[in-house]
C-alpha cells in the first residue's frame, strides 16, 4: 500500500503561481508512476500532468502545458507540482495520485493510489 498525502493548495489570483507537494508513504515510492488529476465542479474528472518512476519522462495536458511543472524527488517520496501564470479555469480539486504504469494516469484509466485532494482557487 501507498499513501498519499496532498498539500499546498489555496486562493490565489489570476497570474499568480502555487507549488503543490505530495507525500507518499508505504511500499516504495520510487518504484510507481505518479501524478495530478483535477476535477471542477460539475466538470469531468481531467488529467493534468504525470511523471515516470524514474522523473525522466513527463507528461502534461495541453491546457496546462508550459505554465506547469511535474517534478519528484525520490529520496523524499515526494512529487511537487509547479503551477504558474494560474488562470480561473484551473481551479478545481488536485488529486495526487500512483500507480505502476504511467500510461494509467495519463489515460485517467484508473490508478491505483489516490490522495485524498486539496483545494485549489483562481480568483479572476
Known amino acids: 500500500q501507498v499513501q498519499l498525502v496532498e498539500s499546498g493548495g489555496g486562493l490565489v489570483q489570476a497570474g499568480g503561481s502555487l507549488r503543490l507537494s505530495c507525500a507518499a508513504s508505504?511500499?516504495?515510492?520510487?518504484?510507481?508512476?505518479m501524478g495530478w488529476l483535477r476535477q471542477a465542479p460539475g466538470k469531468e474528472r481531467e488529467f493534468v500532468a504525470a511523471?515516470?518512476?524514474?522523473?525522466?519522462?513527463?507528461y502534461y495536458a495541453d491546457s496546462v502545458k508550459g505554465r506547469f511543472t511535474i517534478a519528484r524527488d525520490n529520496a523524499k517520496d515526494t512529487m511537487y507540482l509547479q503551477m504558474d501564470s494560474l488562470k480561473p479555469e484551473d481551479t478545481a480539486v488536485y488529486y495526487c495520485?500512483?500507480?505502476?504504469?504511467?500510461?494509467?494516469?495519463?489515460?485517467?484509466?484508473?490508478?491505483?493510489?489516490w490522495g485524498q485532494g486539496t483545494q485549489v482557487t483562481v480568483a479572476s
Open positions: 508505504g511500499r516504495s515510492f520510487s518504484t510507481y508512476a
Open positions: 511523471i515516470g518512476w524514474s522523473g525522466s519522462t513527463t
Open positions: 495520485v500512483g500507480d505502476g504504469r504511467v500510461l494509467t494516469i495519463v489515460t485517467l484509466g484508473g490508478p491505483e493510489y
